[in-house]
């Protein structure tokens, strides 16, 4: 690519366990990168990651180690600076890089002034939990002497014991006005667009890049919101629609009633590992949904009474506890009335498929088979969990170590949208989905048609309207 | 591995899913199964194509018969085209009704054929795959219309060229009868039939002629001839060119739905592919490996100057929030005043240098990461005092982050040659320490928390 200008490069530096690695995962949405500890020194290399914006690197950045020992460093620098000369701050530190002590007592600190030398520019992370010393003032200085631009990024900005004003009247004084606050572990939804509006004030010769960037993060964010909704949506769908048929006896109904809580669960942990994948969270980051297939709970098991209760969902007489909970028995007729018009094309066109299909299903009423299938009220749940997921997920920095924790509670704030999941009535999409058990890939004799797509996609459309002034850009 | 080579190839994140898929498709060897699937369909499709052929000219023969016996005009007429119009018109209807394959049940019949066909492991794969894509892209009903029509316009080619050859080669008379219907009604049968094949130029047999061939009257050979014509317009207007009009627009349709499919990127599978497909970054490697960090270490000093008795009590970078000194410091001991600044750490060294202490307490704050410069710090002072412990503060309300920040402390102190005795995770303890005090001497702590 000649014409292409090289990408922008970032040193990420800071004190020691302020969480500049951190910031590197989240930026580049990769919680493998690098390695976090709450201890000093967990980085002792530079490491670096690109930024691509349609597959070229737009920009790099670098994680340094940690400043540990900014003043001892600033009084070897003085020693270093011959009297009657005038050096200037660049140079003061190349000729530190070529002492001795760079590669002793400063080895780390040398390894982060080397790569801030060659870089556009520094982010200087701060740990706003941390006291304004005079050890940082000194880090500061040392880091400012190689020349180049300097945005302070403040972490940990949402912690309780955070000393956010003092910080901004320190760095204000040391001459660094444009800051920047970036919580690393949950960053504000803006919170990149924002970092890079403040680089692209700092680096005007690589504003058009920045913005470029910032354009794709917030593309790929739609895109990703997009993609989950379509994930939940299809989870739906193919919940809504799946049916398992039993003999009319009370024991085989357990035992159908049984395999259909099964295959719900283990399609809802798919949807799971769906959304953490397209999101790049790892598996341990939600350990809730490992769980079992039996009982007790993902968090709270999808067909326990309690679970429903917890998000709200009102419990109707008509949802049985105990063998048969969260499964309805199907009189058949809703099945019948929707496929009356199969039945007609399928006659009309000698469609034996088609047609052998229903009667199938006519036989097995007419041999007295019952059909079960999932309760409204686990599809309200299914969709809520999903969709509270899928908000944790998009809220989420790619630096928490933390398990996520849904914010589903009933005495969460409500949203119109949310309280019609929880007690209005269902899309119409499910209901027409609820009369095609072929639709349901965890059918045997799944068959989808254009016309499931469509559905998909109208419901996600009606899933996103759940979430109302989130975004705002 | 797949996704590597996808990713060193493709442009855009939709070229990547599918370069990903041919690879994947060759280690799984499906593209084998697709030759295969392939060379069934095609065999299936010849043999339905026989079949057609030798439909079309046993509908023939089997309308016009071997020439013995008139032929019924109205009842050869349906034996031609009654069942080809039948399904014509079914496949009219499924339009209005929405059936997913359009209701083709010639086309149907080619899938089935090709699946017995193409047996083997994982052969239902294809078929199945290969419907759901066509059914995305809306093109599986003009594709099964398609072939549909085309095996229906070959029986009629072959249903018309049959009727040719025996209708040059034998003698026919026609003839209709009727027992129920006036002669009338015949006539505006025939010529309401008639009348679209005699604007593109058919010759159609006249009333008169129409109302003679009731069968009980001696027909002239241009009568006969008159009527072989009618019948083979009716089949080729009536069956073969609304059939040859259909099988054109559903493969053009089939054609232009078909160079329309696209992936969608959306679909479930491959949302879930492009974050490793397409990462939003990747990594750089590293400058060079970790070496390992320096430790500083106490190193004790021969004192210029003999040490002072009076012990003394330094704040290590302690917060400005922190009240300092600390309530309850006893008369005796020095308080140095709380050290964070080069300058002032450039003093405080200078001082000891000059006056070193007997007994020394450093309190640092537990809640800060020890970092290397501060550990040296302490080793340095630590070297200027005969006795000198360290305290470490804040840790009044333990809880997680806290209790291994000061478990981090302690490992710091204790590789830079403290040991555990010197180090204090409360204020109290350590003072009574300067201070002299025997330790659990509770009472004479108060004493001097009083004076």
């Known amino acids: 690519m000649p014409d292409h200008d090289p990408p922008l490069r970032l040193a990420v530096v800071g004190h020691t366990n302020t969480g500049k690695t951190s910031l590197l995962r989240t930026l580049t949405r990769n919680p493998r990168f690098g390695h976090v500890d709450d201890s000093p020194g967990t980085t002792r290399h530079v490491e670096g990651a690109r930024l691509l914006v349609d597959g070229l690197p737009a920009v790099e950045l670098y994680d340094t180690p940690g400043m540990e020992d900014g003043i001892a460093l600033l009084d070897y620098l003085d020693q270093l600076a011959a009297p009657g000369m005038r050096v200037d701050g660049p140079e003061r530190i190349r000729r530190f890089l070529d002492s001795p002590e760079s590669r002793r007592r400063f080895e780390q600190e040398a390894r982060v002034l080397h790569k801030l030398l060659e870089c556009d520019a520094g982010l200087y992370v701060v740990d706003v939990r941390d006291p304004v010393l005079g050890k940082h003032k000194d880090e500061l200085a040392i880091l400012a002497s190689c020349g180049h631009p300097l945005l302070p990024v403040l972490n940990f900005t949402h912690s309780p014991d955070q000393r956010l004003a003092s910080w901004r009247e320190a760095l204000g004084r040391l001459g660094l006005h444009a800051i920047v606050e970036f919580d690393t572990i949950a960053p504000a939804l803006d919170g990149e667009a924002q970092l890079y509006d403040k680089l692209a004030l700092l680096l005007d010769k690589h504003a058009a890049a920045l913005v470029a960037l910032k354009n794709d993060v917030a593309l790929q964010r739609e895109r990703r919101h997009a993609d989950a909704l379509r994930l939940i949506a299809e989870l739906l769908v193919d919940a809504a629609a799946f049916r398992a048929s039993s003999l009319p006896e009370h024991d085989a109904l357990e035992t159908a009633a049984l395999a259909l809580r099964r295959a719900i669960r283990n399609r809802e942990a798919a949807c799971v590992a769906a959304l953490l994948k397209r999101y790049n969270f790892r598996s341990q980051d939600f350990p809730a949904h490992t769980l079992p297939l039996e009982g007790e709970r993902w968090g709270m098991d999808l067909f326990h009474p309690q679970a429903l209760k917890d998000v709200g969902i009102h419990v109707g007489k008509g949802m049985a506890a105990g063998a048969m909970a969260g499964a309805t028995l199907d009189a058949f007729t809703a099945g019948l009335s929707l496929g009356a018009a199969t039945l007609l094309g399928a006659a009309a066109g000698g469609l034996w498929q088609g047609a052998d299909k229903l009667g199938k299903r006519i036989l097995g009423r007419l041999k007295g088979y019952q059909e079960l299938s999932v309760d409204d009220a686990v599809l309200r749940l299914l969709a809520l969990r999903q969709l509270g997921l899928a908000r944790a997920l998009e809220e989420r920095g790619h630096a928490a170590q933390k398990p996520i924790e849904l914010d589903v509670q009933a005495e969460s704030p409500a949203s119109p949208e949310r309280e019609n999941w929880r007690s209005g009535k269902l899309p119409d999409e499910l209901l027409e989905a609820r009369s095609r058990p072929e639709w349901s890939t965890l059918a045997e004799d799944y068959r989808a048609g254009p016309r499931r797509s469509e559905v998909v996609l109208s419901l996600a459309r009606k899933l996103g309207t759940f979430r109302t002034g989130d975004i705002t850009r | ?451």
């Open chain 2, 1 to 451: 591995m797949e996704v590597r080579r996808a990713r060193s190839e493709g442009r855009d994140f939709e070229q990547r899913v599918l370069i990903r898929a041919r690879y994947l498709a060759q280690r799984e060897k499906l593209d084998q199964l697709i030759q295969q699937w392939l060379q069934g369909s095609r065999l299936a499709l010849t043999a339905l194509c026989l079949v057609a052929v030798l439909a079309g000219a046993g509908a023939a023969l089997g309308a016009l018969g071997d020439g013995s016996r008139p032929v019924n005009l109205l009842l050869a007429l349906v034996a031609l085209l009654g069942l080809n119009s039948l399904s014509f018109l079914f496949w009219l209807l499924s339009f209005a009704v929405g059936t997913p394959s359009g209701g083709t049940w010639l086309g149907e019949s080619w899938l089935w054929l090709t699946r017995k066909l193409a047996r083997g492991p994982d052969a239902a794969l294809l078929p199945r795959a290969l419907m759901e894509l066509l059914n995305r892209g809306k093109a599986l009903r003009w594709l099964l219309g398609g072939v549909s029509h085309a095996l229906w316009s070959i029986a009629l080619g072959s249903l018309l060229l049959t009727m040719l050859g025996i209708l040059s080669a034998r003698r026919y008379s026609f003839n209709w009868e009727t027992t129920l219907l006036s002669p009338d009604a015949f006539v505006a049968i025939t010529t309401t039939l008639g009348w679209l094949p005699a604007q593109l130029g058919f010759a159609m047999p006249s009333a008169a002629i129409i109302r003679a061939s009731d069968g009980l009257q001696q027909l002239p050979e241009s009568a006969q001839a008159l009527w072989s014509s009618w019948l083979i317009a009716c089949v080729v207007v009536y069956g073969l060119l609304p059939r040859l009009a259909c099988l054109i627009f559903s493969l053009g349709v089939t054609k232009a739905r078909l160079g329309a499919i696209s992936l969608d990127p959306g679909l479930p599978g491959y949302a879930e592919l492009r974050d490793r497909l397409s990462p939003v970054s990747e990594n750089a490697g590293i400058d060079a490996p970790q070496a390992p960090a320096f430790q500083a270490h106490i190193r004790q000093g021969q004192y210029a100057y003999p040490p002072s008795d009076q012990p003394l009590l330094v704040g290590i970078e302690l917060p400005p929030d922190r009240p300092w000194p600390p309530p309850g410091l006893p008369v005796t001991v020095a308080d140095l005043g709380v050290v964070e600044s080069r300058s002032q750490r450039r003093k405080l060294l200078d001082d000891l240098q000059a006056r070193p202490a007997q007994r020394m307490l450093m309190a640092c704050d537990a809640q800060q990461t020890p970092d290397r410069g501060v550990v040296a710090l302490l080793a340095d002072l630590a070297g200027m005092a005969a006795d000198s412990h360290v305290a470490l503060l804040g840790l009044a309300a333990p809880d997680t982050v806290h209790g291994t920040r000061a478990a981090i402390w302690q490992d710091k102190l204790l590789a830079a040659g403290f040991s555990t005795e010197q180090i204090h995770t409360d204020l109290a303890p350590a003072l009574d320490w300067l201070a002299g005090v025997p330790a659990g001497d509770d009472a004479a702590r108060n004493a001097h928390a009083g004076s």
